[in-house]
Every structure is written in structure tokens, then in C-alpha cells.
């Protein structure tokens, strides 16, 4: 399969579902080319509505279309979607509605937009709200996988996608739990967990690693977090290492590190690798690498930290 960006796996699936589930209709806040809500649209005009530039009065239409019975997904980019908090966290969050958010153009992946379109603090503020659900799959299969448990899981709901193609890394979606990191490596004392477009570069990176035996872990659920796995790592590993095309604060590594405080008998080290500035334009590939979330970028900055084996 061709390498492919999550948004148009998120496209696809929508349109896959909509045909199955006549409760399901989508909300676009003029950007519904990129998007890709615009597959939805077209197979189904009239369970699309395109609300314009007006990202709050979207998701408190959602919000009443949840509770009166529909599935509505709401699209935009991931910045102006969680830029309307206030919104979210009363229409959405206080009152457990069943709506899907759908946070497209993710990270400094997004290139060219440049800093004013990233979303790098919308995982931050999607996992503070009570009762939300963070997704961020890492390939078209997982994405399929990740929008079919969407449709069918009550209650709010966050999902990250991506601009740039991303290779796949599954075969089918029946690999996908929530809540359960996808082992992609096993290995023994360093553990290299990624997120969404992070999760084939750590898978790079561990090749370059390869003398430190790395697992390689896709963890796609955010909140809730594999708990389960990362106890395990904690007492078994002597590095467990968080890569995310995020701010460094409130995403994976902050989830991660949640619950090693909770492991009494944990031996492992943290090193969290993100972002920690605002992102700028340029080319998606070259921005991976000035920001050090390229796989040559992982290896340099770990082979400096890991003791020599």
C-alpha cells in the first residue's frame, strides 16, 4: 500500500462508515478539503454541515446533535479545534456528549502552514478534560481502526491526524485495541515509545539502537494510557524513552511519566523527546530534524545520554 496521511485514511473510513450507520453525520469548520471531511460530504450532503470559520458555534451544534441522538464528527485543524476550549470543555466535556473530535494537521509535520496552524498543545488540552478519549494512530490501518472504535465509543472524543504521508505499518486493523500499546519490537533494557508520524521514526531510530536491544512500542491511545505496559517497562527497562511531534509538556511523555510516579519499585529513566518552542515553515523532513524528532536526530541525542554497551 502506497504511503498514505491519516487525515484521507480518516476520509475514507468516515465515508466507509456513514454508508453502515445513518446516525453518523459530519460538521466542517471550512476546511473540509484538508480535512478530508469532504469525502463524507460528498457521498452524504445531507448529513454534512459546513459551519464556517466559526469553530465554537460548531462544536456546541455537535454537542446538541449528540444529545439528541446523532454521532457527529467535528473537523478542523488540531489548533483551532482545541483553540476553542472554553467551548469543548462545558458543551462537550461537562455534558458527556457523544461528539468526535477530529484534529487534523497535527505537529511541525504539518511544514509549509508554519507555526500558526500547529497543533502542538492540543493533546495537552484534550487530556485535561474529564471523560475524554485522545487517539493519535500512526498509519492508515490504525487510523480505520481508530475511527470504527470512535463511532461505537460513548462519549467525547479526540482524534490527532496528520498532513504528511506516513508509511504503513500494519496490514489490517485488527492489530488496534484501545487503551493497548502495539508492541512493535521487544527488547530489553530501553524501550522507545512513539505517537502517530513519531512511531516510524523510532522504528528507524531503533535500527541505529540496535546494540541496546529497544522495544519499539506505537502507543496510539493517549488517555487512557496502556498503564499495564508502562508499569512493566518501568520495572524491567533502565530507559524508557517518549517521542512526540508535541509540546514536551502534557502529551505522551507527561502521560508516561504520570505513571511511573505511581510505580514504587520503577528502575527506569525518562528521557522525553518533543518539542519545546513554537514551530516555524518549512519543509516537513528538514523540520523533523532541526527539531529533533528525525531518527538520526533520536540516535544522536540517546547515544549521548545511554551508557555505552
Not at 480535512?35 to 469553530?55: D, L, N, V, W
Not at 480505520?144 to 500494519?170: D, I, M, S, W
Not at 519543509?283 to 527539531?291: F, G, I, N, R, T
Request: hydrophobic share 40%.
Amino acid at each position: 500500500m502506497a504511503d498514505k496521511a491519516t487525515r484521507d485514511a480518516f476520509g475514507e473510513a468516515l465515508k466507509a462508515l456513514g454508508a453502515k450507520n445513518p446516525k453518523i453525520v459530519a460538521l466542517d469548520a471550512d476546511l473540509s478539503c484538508s480535512t478530508k471531511s469532504a469525502i463524507f460530504a460528498k457521498a452524504f450532503p445531507e448529513r454534512f454541515f459546513q459551519m464556517g470559520i466559526a469553530e465554537s458555534n460548531m462544536v456546541g451544534t455537535a454537542a446538541g446533535l449528540a444529545l439528541g441522538g446523532y454521532v457527529p464528527f467535528i473537523c478542523s485543524f488540531g489548533c483551532f479545534l482545541t483553540g476553542r476550549y472554553e467551548t469543548i470543555r462545558m458543551s462537550v466535556g461537562y455534558c458527556e456528549a457523544n461528539v468526535k473530535i477530529v484534529g487534523t494537521h497535527a505537529g511541525i509535520g504539518i511544514g509549509e502552514d508554519g507555526n500558526s496552524q500547529m497543533g502542538l498543545e492540543d493533546v495537552a488540552l484534550m487530556r485535561a478534560i474529564p471523560g475524554m478519549t485522545v487517539f493519535q494512530p500512526c498509519d492508515e490501518y490504525s487510523t480505520h481502526a481508530a475511527v470504527e472504535y470512535a463511532a461505537t465509543h460513548e462519549g467525547p472524543f479526540y482524534l490527532r491526524l496528520t498532513r504528511q504521508k506516513l508509511p504503513n505499518l500494519y496490514r489490517d486493523n485488527q492489530v488496534f485495541q484501545s487503551g493497548r500499546g502495539i508492541i512493535l519490537k521487544e527488547g530489553k533494557k530501553l524501550a522507545l515509545l512513539g505517537t502517530g508520524a513519531t512511531v516510524i521514526e523510532a522504528l528507524r531510530a531503533s535500527e541505529e539502537l540496535a546494540n541496546y536491544n529497544p522495544w519499539v512500542i506505537d502507543i496510539h491511545t493517549l488517555k487512557p494510557i496502556d498503564r499495564a505496559l508502562v508499569r512493566t517497562l518501568a520495572t524491567s527497562c533502565d530507559h524508557i524513552v517518549t517521542i512526540e511531534d508535541h509540546s514536551l509538556i502534557g502529551g505522551l511523555g507527561s502521560a508516561v511519566a504520570e505513571v511511573l510516579a505511581e510505580v514504587p519499585d520503577s528502575r527506569a529513566q525518562l528521557i522525553r523527546i518533543g518539542v519545546e518552542a513554537f514551530g516555524e515553515s518549512g519543509d516537513p523532513s528538514a523540520l523533523y530534524e532541526k527539531y529533533g524528532l528525525s531518527a538520526p536526530q533520536i540516535v544522536q541525542k540517546l547515544k549521548a545520554k545511554l551508557p555505552n554497551n
